[in-house]
């Protein structure tokens, strides 16, 4: 019997070791169908391809992408967090209302910030404590995050009256007068996330334990922590997206964030993270949400009505879990049959 | 033997690519007995057996019913012939009735509705036979182990099989609901129906069948009354080679670090105040049966349950570990029973898992280095020799190189203490041998090693004394000659001591 294995098993490994060097990254499936995407849209409409429009649209990327690269972390632990909206609207009219108040701007964005990651330690403690997943405790979040916030700003805008500090010219320029501060702040965050997930002790925990939680624990991972550190991550990237909204728009509305949830979810999705846990892509995230925002736009640019951006984006969802899922079939089959080959 | 055998099985052959599952199988089962077939995981029983409930289709090879040429399309063609296969596994739907459990699919109808009472109608007399006397309307999850075993076991009899397939039946059961389970078995037998009964416990082939069919690599090797083998006979049918030869000797000691774990009155879950000490350089025994309270003992020691009372003194002259994390940082290690479920992250990468515990259990830098990752890869993929790529998904491999992933992600990290929690289970004879030489390794380096087993032999040939677990009591310990399979069986079936060197028969044996 190890004989056989012996013989079967050999010549098997060689190729995968060969293999990894030059592996796609897996995310070229959701790049190539971006890029597709955009050249279809400018062959039509050649204006769309203009570069002040592009960072437009990467600039109106940003709010939600961010919460989309702090979303990766929670899909690849095997949890979901619906609250991040109303995280994002709180800790925008919190940090609203305390330059309102007079403080500097900057120390409030800060405040924010770390406001934000107030929240989500609300979220982690409770869903740690009672052992409940994070999309329960989150439900429930969601409304007391949204009610709080309607209590302190009274169902009305928070504008900072004096908005002649530096925060709020610098988060809303545009480098060389065509790339938005707040879009290369996004992009910076994707890049450092990118790297936390892949290449930090935190990042492999989150994966392990979206992997297996039993085996986790087993191999003396400390969960709790690491879903507590994971749901505190999102509150402050929530934090971060609501005070660069602050400063990116000199306002925020009352019910600002109340639809990004399923956006952000779906933005995810669409990049590649399974909802199974153990893996997520931030590239893959950022690309999902630009896809997003193509597609709306682009309905613009046909003349179609905006009505309609809704439906597609929904349709779009369908199509990319569809492919995903006739991937994965197909790999799982291939890995079917290799085992039955590799066993008894 | 001028019976008709009612199941006669000639030249099966099947192959999974190139892998050869039944190479030559034999088989031929007479009418009322209860025919044993035997052998070590990889021998082609659970193949043999897939093939006769028709879930796997032979390569080349003749199945005979009654004298009859069939092959099977189907699950359901061979249920038409009168082939009922019980599971290994339960297939229960623990939330639903018994009734309804046991009308899955085939609920009687009466005036379009489901008809509850017909169904008692119907199985109420089957149930008496098969003495399981429950509230049949009650979910199935309130049950005992041993009476879903029976519900499972009526669901297959009310089709009214012929030949009946009991795929290690009791591998759930206590002893005494394996009693229960056998003297059914028993009635059925006299009652005229065949069963063909796979089994790894050989005690239990032997108290209860008539005769046995020993398989290894995909063919059957000897077949003979029960009378006329005996156990060491047929181990070695099954292995091939002598016994001695798979448990390798104890190696010198490589480490002068002199430890002791101390645990006094130790209680928790099912283990009520437990006292015995284990030093380094020796293997301990725990042996006990499914319940015993053996596992509650080793999760406690590795800080995953909380204990009740008593004391624990680790080498470190710490008491018990305060969580997972706590035991993994202070080089306490378990290897858990159940590998898929509690050992791996299947969808993961061998390189993943192997730094399970050296990056995700124990402080250190913050960043994870995947060139480091890589390192240590390709140490325990050359150190357990585990047939595998770095990069290769831990699903696909054998289960015996699955568990050597496990255990390869502690020896990372030098553990002190070893908690082994049934390492061998389901593994093929070679990768046994190789943990087992493991396992000698570890001992020889200055480790703790608390070695708990489903399987006797490897107990007896490994361990330098043997702890035995009775319904949660350490009643006592068999050292040197008295570890003997009877006498560490019969501790671990009666909570007795065997008194004398005269020994009683096999617990089994007698009673019926």
């Known amino acids: 019997m190890t004989g056989i294995d012996n013989d079967q098993l050999q010549p098997a490994t060689a190729p995968t070791e060969a293999k990894r060097g030059w592996r796609m990254p897996e995310e070229i499936g959701v790049i190539v169908a971006l890029v597709a995407m955009m050249v279809v849209i400018g062959i039509a409409r050649p204006r769309f391809l203009n570069p002040i429009n592009l960072f437009s649209l990467l600039g109106n990327t940003t709010f939600l992408g961010m919460l989309a690269v702090g979303m990766v972390f929670l899909l690849a632990i095997r949890e979901i967090d619906l609250s991040v909206g109303w995280m994002f609207n709180f800790s925008a009219v919190f940090a609203a209302l305390l330059m309102v108040a007079g403080i500097d701007p900057w120390l409030a964005a800060f405040a924010g910030v770390l406001f934000g990651a107030g929240l989500g330690f609300l979220n982690g403690i409770i869903a740690i404590t009672l052992r409940l997943p994070a999309i329960i405790v989150t439900l429930g979040t969601y409304s007391m995050f949204q009610g709080l916030s309607l209590v302190v700003n009274k169902g009305r805008a928070i504008v900072p009256a004096d908005q002649s500090s530096s925060f709020f010219s610098v988060i809303s320029q545009k480098l060389f007068g065509l790339v938005p501060v707040a879009a290369l702040v996004f992009i910076a965050l994707a890049i450092v996330m990118h790297l936390v997930l892949h290449r930090t002790r935190f990042g492999y925990r989150v994966q392990a334990v979206g992997s297996n939680p039993e085996a986790a624990e087993h191999a003396g991972i400390p969960t709790a922590w690491v879903k507590l550190q994971t749901l505190v991550l999102m509150g402050a990237i929530c934090g971060l997206s609501g005070v660069m909204y602050v400063g990116f728009r000199g306002a925020i509305d009352p019910n600002e964030g109340g639809d990004f949830v399923l956006v952000v979810i779906a933005a995810v999705i669409i990049g590649g993270t399974p909802l199974s846990g153990g893996h997520g892509t931030i590239i893959g995230a950022v690309v999902g949400m630009m896809i997003i925002q193509v597609i709306s736009s682009g309905l613009i640019f046909f003349g179609i009505d905006a009505t309609w951006s809704t439906f597609v984006t929904g349709a779009v969802i369908v199509l990319a879990v569809s492919l995903d899922r006739l991937i994965k079939f197909q790999r799982a089959r291939r890995a079917e049959r290799s085992r039955e080959t590799l066993r008894r | 033997m001028t019976v008709q055998p009612i199941l006669l099985v000639r030249n099966l052959a099947k192959r999974y690519g190139g892998v050869v599952a039944l190479d030559d199988m034999n088989l031929a089962v007479e009418a009322g007995t209860i025919h044993a077939v035997v052998g070590e995981n990889g021998a082609g029983k659970s193949t043999l057996m897939k093939v006769l409930a028709g879930v796997v289709r032979p390569d080349a090879g003749v199945v005979e019913l009654d004298g009859k040429i069939v092959s099977f399309s189907g699950t359901n063609a061979a249920r038409e012939h009168g082939i009922g296969m019980v599971y290994q596994e339960l297939s229960l739907f623990p939330e639903r009735s018994v009734l309804a459990n046991l009308f899955v699919n085939r609920e009687p109808v009466r005036r379009g509705l489901v008809s509850l009472t017909e169904m008692e109608a119907r199985s109420s007399d089957l149930l008496r036979q098969l003495g399981l006397d429950v509230d049949v309307r009650a979910p199935v999850s309130r049950l005992s182990i041993g009476e879903r075993q029976l519900v499972e076991l009526a669901r297959v009899m009310l089709e009214r099989p012929r030949l009946l397939i009991l795929d290690e039946p009791n591998s759930a059961l206590n002893s005494r609901e394996t009693e229960r389970l056998f003297g059914v078995l028993r009635r059925l037998r006299a009652g005229g129906i065949t069963m063909l009964y796979v089994s790894h416990r050989l005690e239990e082939v032997f108290s209860i069948c008539d005769r046995i069919t020993i398989t290894r690599n995909g063919r059957d090797v000897r077949t003979d009354d029960t009378s006329t083998l005996t156990i060491p006979a047929v181990i070695e049918g099954m292995i091939g080679r002598q016994r001695e030869d798979l448990f390798p000797p104890p190696l010198p000691q490589t480490s002068d670090t002199q430890s002791q774990l101390t645990v006094s009155n130790l209680s928790g879950g099912r283990l009520d105040s437990a006292s015995f000490t284990a030093r380094s350089g ?72 192997l730094s399970n515990v050296a990056v995700g259990a124990r402080r250190g830098s913050p960043l994870y280095s995947a060139r480091t990752a890589l390192e240590r890869a390709r140490r325990q993929i050359d150190a357990l020799r585990i047939k595998g790529a770095p990069s290769a998904p831990a699903n696909s491999l054998s289960g015996g190189n699955q568990q050597k992933i496990v255990i390869g992600k502690w020896l990372e990290i030098g553990p002190q203490v070893f908690l082994l929690d049934d390492p061998t289970r389901g593994v093929d004879v070679g990768a046994k041998r190789e943990i087992y030489s493991l396992i000698r390794r570890m001992s020889a380096g200055g480790g703790i090693v608390l070695f708990s087993s489903t399987e006797l032999p490897e107990l007896i040939g490994l361990c330098d004394r043997i702890l035995v677990v009775y319904q949660g009591r350490l009643i006592g310990e068999a050292t040197g000659s008295q570890m003997s399979e009877h006498t560490v069986l019969h501790m671990m079936n009666t909570g007795e001591l065997l008194a004398g060197p005269q020994q009683t028969p096999s617990p089994h044996g007698t009673a019926a």
Request: glycine share 14%; net charge positive; charged share 30%.
């Open chain 2, 282 to 353: 020796e293997i301990v025994g725990l042996a006990g049966l499914e319940g015993s309270g053996v596992s509650e003992l080793l999760d406690m020691l590795f800080g995953m349950r909380k204990s009740r009372g008593g004391e624990v003194r680790f080498p470190d002259g710490q008491g018990l570990p305060r969580s997972a994390t706590d035991a993994a940082r202070r080089r306490v290690c378990l290897v858990p029973s159940d590998r898929r479920r509690d050992g791996l992250m299947l969808d993961k990468s061998i390189l993943f898992n």
